[in-house]
């Protein structure tokens, strides 16, 4: 895949500017000064969503959001794929994505 974006990124109470990366089975965050970083593989990933500019990712640990702009609709659907039958399916583990419930 190798998307990367420059983007705000909150987790906690952590709030940081920096880049962005989706690759191929994991989203990454690098803030500019290195006091934030964050690494998720989708099998940690249990919902994601975009809204608003925002992509919203739940992890174990908590929620992280990305301020991606029009980038968000479309690196949350790089988290999902349909089989042949049209099922939707989680590359990761099943959550919530645009209201839809998942089957993995």
């Not at 998307?3 to 990366?21: D, I, L, M, P, S």
């Not at 964050?38 to 990712?57: E, N, P, W, Y």
Request: glycine share 10%; aromatic share 10%.
């Amino acid at each position: 895949m190798g998307n990367e974006a420059n983007c705000v990124a909150r987790f906690g109470k952590q709030k940081a500017r920096g880049r962005a990366q989706l690759e191929t089975s994991e989203l990454i965050f690098r803030s500019e000064d290195g006091a934030m970083r964050m690494k998720f593989t989708f099998a940690d990933i249990k919902s994601a969503a975009a809204a608003d500019g925002q992509l919203r990712v739940e992890v174990p640990e908590g929620t992280a959001i990305f301020e991606l702009g029009a980038n968000a609709a479309k690196w949350c659907e790089k988290f999902f794929t349909q089989d042949a039958a049209g099922k939707i399916r989680h590359q990761a583990k099943c959550g919530g994505f645009f209201g839809w419930q998942l089957c993995c």
